[in-house]
């Protein structure tokens, strides 16, 4: 690992001893490091995170020089906290957007490695990025940093190593992603509605998660009316990969045949009186008509994957829908 703060001759020695993977044999590695040590340098600053933002996925070990050299983080998190007074009020000009999102292309790269996602998380870091996401302004320049915030969250949730999975679901239960990721998916632009119903179902997909959602009717019927809403939306304008995320998160929610809720009725009708109510038959009550009629068969008959999913949803509330016959559709 070559240290930002050494000598430009202890530099060169580190990187002698450095073994550069095939994928990077044409990436230039001093030109890299000096890009990251630019970073600290304001006057340069601008120029590096452009640099860096486009190498980040052709150079596996840029997450590691990243959180490794020296004030590297500081000069992101520098760059993120700039942009506050610009939205609030929001008067973020494209080229504020485009140099903060090349900073959060780099924290992205950061949360997305398996050596470096829990530091990250540890120095609560994604926090920075939340008033970002509570921006509802939208413009071209507000999505874009929407978007790309997103992404540093969805980088964080995308790991198949399920102890790091949990640290950071419990990281991010503990914070307002959940409502935060319900607004974008009910409001935002369809790749912002992508990610953040992405990044709902892996916490859905999650035991804790799960758990957490369903702890109260109050949580599971809004998780529900914004899927409702999405799907209506779906209706007008057809997104093979959004169904696909919010399906997901539907069947997830109809996993659990046991988990029942103690609803308080209506003080002015019952006085205190409570109801059990199981999860599945409430889910089973607000399923909207369009995933069970053939309002998505289009969009289904190309992705297989989703109509299983769609399948075992409707199996587990014992909907016969008419979807589950059409014979286009029926399992090969």
């Known amino acids: 690992m070559i240290d930002a703060r050494s000598s430009p001759a202890a530099q060169a020695q580190q990187q002698q001893q450095i073994t550069v993977p095939s994928s990077t044999s044409e990436i230039n590695i001093e030109e890299i490091m000096q890009w990251i040590i630019d970073l600290r340098d304001p006057l340069k600053r601008e120029t590096a995170l452009l640099e860096l933002s ?4 052709s150079v596996p070990d840029l997450p590691l020089w990243l959180w490794h050299s020296f ?3 500081s000069a ?5 906290v700039a942009i506050y007074p610009a939205i609030m009020p929001a008067n973020l000009t494209a080229v504020q957007s485009n140099r903060v999102c090349n900073a959060l292309a780099l924290m992205q790269c950061v949360a997305s490695h398996r050596d470096t996602r829990g530091p990250f998380l540890h120095a609560h870091i994604p926090l920075y990025l939340y008033p970002f996401l509570h921006t509802t302004k939208v413009s071209r320049s507000f999505e874009y940093l929407r978007l790309t915030s997103l992404g540093v969250i969805g980088a964080l949730v995308k790991t198949e190593d399920k102890e790091q999975l949990l640290v950071v679901i419990n990281f991010l239960l503990s914070t307002e992603i959940i409502p935060l990721c319900l607004r974008i998916m009910e409001q935002g632009t369809e790749l912002s509605k992508t990610v953040a119903t992405f990044i709902l179902q892996k916490i859905l997909l999650d035991d804790t998660g799960l758990l957490y959602i369903c702890q109260t009717y109050e949580r599971f019927s809004h998780v529900a009316m914004i899927l409702g809403k999405m799907v209506l939306k779906l209706a007008r304008e057809p997104s093979c990969r ?10 997830r929610l109809s996993d659990n045949p046991n988990m029942i809720f ?6 002015r009708a019952q006085p205190g009186q409570t109801v059990k109510v199981r999860a599945q038959q409430a889910l089973k009550q607000c399923l909207p008509d369009q995933l069970k009629d053939l309002t998505f068969k289009s969009l289904l008959r190309e992705d297989p994957s989703t109509m299983n999913w769609l399948r075992q949803l409707l199996n587990n509330l014992d909907i016969d829908g ?11």
């Open 54 to 57: 486009k190498k980040r996925d």
């Open 71 to 73: 004030g590297t983080i």
């Open 76 to 80: 992101l998190l520098q760059e993120v």
């Open 242 to 251: 959004l169904l696909k995320h919010v399906v997901r998160c539907y069947s």
């Open 262 to 267: 103690n609803l308080t009725l209506d003080a």
């Open 322 to 332: 008419t979807i589950l016959h059409d014979e286009d559709l029926l399992p090969k």
